[in-house]
């Protein structure tokens, strides 16, 4: 029903910054909770920043102090804002939205609910290094 297209990624140094967007098409439910997650080679998906219908934010520890997110729901996009970027930042970024509480979401990012083909969408791949 809702489709989500991930853009902004690309290479950096440490000590960078990067903005990155998720344009939606299709109904979306501001009830729910939609954010970013990540995942990079051989480790698990992560939740990375998520906003709730009430506009509240909820970050991982790893990124809290330097990563923002936003959105803009005239323009059906999702943003997130990047700073001082660091290596173990490295992966894969996907947007999402879904009927989860985002306290829990983020911290458990893949339940089984979502486990069914083609939920996450192309992503956008961040890569900070040297």
């Known amino acids: 029903q809702v489709h989500f297209v991930e853009s902004g990624g690309t290479s950096v140094h440490p000590g960078g910054s990067l903005s990155l967007s998720c344009s939606a098409s299709?109904?979306?439910?501001?009830?729910?909770?939609t954010g970013w997650f990540r995942q990079a080679p051989g480790k698990e998906r992560e939740g990375v920043a998520t906003i709730d219908g009430d506009g509240s934010t909820v970050y991982a520890d790893s990124v809290e102090g330097r990563f923002t997110v936003s959105r803009d729901n005239s323009r059906r996009t999702l943003y997130l804002q990047m700073n001082n970027l660091k290596p173990e930042d490295t992966a894969m970024y996907y947007c999402a939205t879904a009927a989860y509480l985002c306290e829990f979401w983020i911290q458990h990012p893949n339940p089984p609910e979502l486990r069914r083909p083609n939920f996450w969408g192309q992503g956008t791949q961040v890569t900070v290094s040297s």
């Open positions: 299709g109904y979306i439910d501001n009830r729910y909770c």
